[in-house]
């Protein structure tokens, strides 16, 4: 799905019987509201479930970071940091573990992530563009476009009346189930669907 038929889903289904066909069919403050949240829905999948992540070459500045805006995608979190993007691939490079007994801990961050002046390798997790009028494409795949709509219906119907309020709930449903299903960027499906038909023989 395009961004335009994920808005127009949503549009139509938060209309009562169906009556409002598509996105156009609103006012414009209504418009923004459903763009808004399709766009925050497309976030949190990546933030939450999807995480989206891609390795990237860095030079760190005299305090052992770097600004986030030198890299190709927007930085969500840093998973990883290494001399080279194969030890990275490989699983050895240094990773930030969260330590209960140090409160002074804090995991990576642009702001330190190794050596003053050093170059890095470093593999993060990132959030997909925002999705426009001219960013009609979504990085996301396929079969959980439709969440986007979902997510966007149950918010805007949410700020109705007690009937779309209560109807806005199945929505609402339908995508905290769904997201629960989602599978991280990367995931080997074969691996999950072998342990599952091994416990359900």
């Known amino acids: 799905m395009t961004y335009q038929e994920i808005l127009d889903l949503a549009v139509y289904q938060s209309g009562s019987m169906g009556s409002d066909e598509g996105i156009a069919d609103l006012e414009i403050d209504a418009q923004i509201l459903v763009q808004q949240y399709v766009n925050e829905a497309y976030r949190i ?5 999807y995480k989206p992540y891609t390795y990237e070459e860095v030079t760190l500045d005299d305090q052992g970071g770097f600004d986030p805006d030198v890299l190709s995608k927007p930085l969500n979190d840093i998973l990883a940091v290494g001399k080279t993007r194969e030890s990275l691939e490989a699983g050895s ?25 050093e170059t890095v390798w470093i593999k993060y ?8 009028q001219e960013n009609n494409l ?4 396929e079969q959980y476009h439709a969440l986007l709509a ?7 119907m949410s700020t109705g009346n007690q009937d779309k309020q209560t109807r806005a709930q199945f929505f609402y ?9 989602i599978k991280k960027f990367g995931a080997k499906a074969y ?10 023989r």
């Open 150 to 156: 979902d997510y966007a219906t149950w918010r805007y």
């Open 138 to 141: 979504l990085d996301l795949p």
């Open 93 to 117: 490079g240094s990773r930030a573990i969260y330590d209960p007994l140090d409160i002074a801990y804090n995991p990576f961050s642009s702001d330190y992530v190794g050596s003053p002046g």
């Open 191 to 200: 691996m999950a669907d072998r342990f599952r038909n091994l416990w359900t």
């Open 45 to 49: 999948i990546a933030r939450d479930f």
């Open 173 to 181: 449903a339908r995508w905290f189930e769904e997201t629960r299903k």
């Open 125 to 132: 997790t990132y959030f997909f563009p925002e999705l426009t």
